[in-house]
């Protein structure tokens, strides 16, 4: 859904692709709040995996490492098109190119949003909060799966309530609600305790709450995750295919479908036209990301496995 928000939104050096009241636009607002059913997968898969590890504090390290192979090498490569299209975009305008090392390390340390840099793609801002991300979880998994009720709630209670207080875009604590309702979902589903009724009264309190600290869509987001989780996919489903290499289609899609847009509708003016090739930009995109995912996604996937934490007995 962000791939096709950002290609009805496509911008670039002929200008827009649609005209603000375009009907498309108008549509396609709700979908920059599916990004949110990112961070929410999130809560829930990696609950789920550092809970089926046994995953101890004393495992933070091999954690840590296992999450930052799994995704910085797709991201290290996907940036590496970002910048080789931009030394193609300045050789053709005849003008200077140079990388900053400096830029670079604070891509690779996710810190381009504390500088005055940019990131090389738009949608790396996401990856710097699920690292965030991944710090805290390992710190307050143990009391997230605590015995003692109480400190279950009051973690996540906690946890939820800075957003109000934090709200500093760049911290994942802003982003809070919607990782929770994640975490929520897992235990729900996986938990004996996840069943407790405040459980269920967190959930369903969570909707309301998401929807007016972020917006309805946001919520309705939330809630077709919750519905639709547990659905039983086949392997070699579309669906799931497509899940599998979704991660490789938010990283490549605009490299991709982006540039397509830029060579092929310069001087069009149909809507249907401009229509069919954002539709042959979002095809193209996913021949071109499934090829990212068998050369790059998928061994770097496997190479992160070999990585454990787990504490389980032997």
Same mark, same amino acid.
């Not at 793609?121 to 015995?147: H, R």
């Not at 982006?258 to 060579?263: A, I, K, Q, R, T």
């Not at 090829?291 to 454990?308: A, H, N, Q, T």
């Given at each position: 859904?962000?791939?096709?928000?950002?290609?009805?939104?496509?911008?670039?050096?002929?200008?827009?692709?649609?005209?603000?009241?375009?009907?498309? *636009?108008?549509?396609? +607002?709700?979908?920059?709040?599916?990004?949110?059913?990112?961070?929410?997968?999130?809560?829930?898969? !990696?609950?789920?995996?550092?809970?089926?590890?046994?995953? =101890?504090?004393? =495992?933070?390290?091999?954690?840590?490492?296992?999450?930052?192979?799994?995704?910085?090498?797709?991201?290290?490569?996907?940036?590496?098109? /970002? !910048?080789?299209?931009?030394?193609?975009?300045?050789? *053709?305008?005849?003008?200077?190119?140079? $990388?900053?090392?400096?830029?670079?390390?604070?891509?690779?340390?996710?810190?381009?949003?504390?500088?005055?840099?940019?990131?090389?793609?738009?949608?790396?801002?996401?990856?710097?909060?699920?690292?965030?991300? #991944?710090?805290? !979880?390992?710190?307050?998994?143990?009391?997230? !799966? +605590? *015995? &003692?009720?109480?400190?279950?709630?009051?973690?996540?209670?906690?946890?939820?309530?800075?957003? $109000?207080?934090?709200?500093?875009?760049?911290?994942?604590?802003?982003?809070?609600?919607?990782?929770?309702?994640?975490?929520?979902?897992?235990?729900? /589903? #996986?938990?004996?305790?996840?069943?407790?009724?405040?459980?269920?009264?967190?959930?369903?309190?969570?909707?309301?709450? $998401?929807? #007016?600290?972020?917006?309805?869509?946001?919520?309705? /987001?939330?809630?077709?995750?919750?519905?639709?989780?547990?659905?039983?996919?086949?392997?070699?489903?579309?669906?799931?295919?497509?899940?599998?290499?979704?991660? &490789?289609?938010?990283?490549?899609?605009?490299?991709?479908?982006? &540039?397509?847009?830029?060579?092929?509708?310069?001087?069009?003016?149909?809507?249907?036209?401009? +229509?069919?090739?954002? $539709?042959?930009?979002?095809?193209?995109?996913?021949?071109?990301? #499934?090829?990212?995912?068998?050369?790059?996604?998928?061994?770097? &996937?496997?190479?992160?496995? =070999?990585?454990?934490?787990?504490?389980?007995?032997?």
């Amino acid at each position: 859904m962000v791939c096709i928000y950002h290609f009805i939104f496509h911008q670039d050096a002929n200008g827009v692709l649609f005209e603000g009241s375009h009907a498309l *636009k108008t549509a396609g +607002s709700i979908l920059p709040s599916s990004v949110f059913i990112f961070f929410s997968l999130s809560g829930f898969v !990696i609950m789920l995996s550092m809970h089926r590890n046994h995953f =101890k504090l004393n =495992k933070i390290g091999p954690f840590l490492a296992r999450r930052w192979v799994r995704i910085e090498i797709p991201y290290i490569a996907s940036m590496s098109i /970002y !910048i080789a299209i931009a030394l193609l975009w300045a050789l *053709k305008e005849g003008a200077a190119f140079s $990388i900053d090392p400096i830029r670079i390390l604070h891509h690779l340390t996710y810190t381009i949003p504390f500088t005055d840099y940019h990131w090389f793609n738009e949608v790396y801002w996401t990856l710097g909060l699920e690292f965030q991300f #991944y710090i805290l !979880i390992a710190l307050i998994f143990p009391l997230l !799966i +605590s *015995k &003692s009720a109480y400190t279950r709630f009051t973690t996540i209670v906690l946890f939820t309530c800075t957003g $109000i207080f934090i709200t500093d875009l760049r911290l994942v604590f802003h982003y809070a609600p919607v990782f929770i309702f994640g975490i929520l979902i897992y235990l729900h /589903y #996986y938990t004996d305790f996840g069943k407790h009724v405040f459980n269920l009264v967190l959930l369903a309190i969570l909707l309301p709450y $998401i929807a #007016y600290f972020f917006d309805l869509a946001t919520a309705l /987001y939330m809630l077709l995750t919750l519905l639709v989780i547990r659905i039983p996919v086949r392997e070699k489903n579309l669906v799931a295919r497509l899940g599998k290499m979704g991660y &490789s289609l938010y990283l490549v899609h605009g490299a991709i479908g982006g &540039s397509f847009l830029y060579f092929t509708t310069k001087g069009i003016s149909s809507d249907i036209t401009k +229509s069919l090739l954002v $539709i042959a930009a979002i095809l193209l995109s996913i021949v071109g990301s #499934y090829i990212f995912y068998r050369i790059i996604e998928r061994p770097s &996937s496997g190479l992160s496995r =070999k990585i454990s934490f787990s504490s389980k007995e032997k």
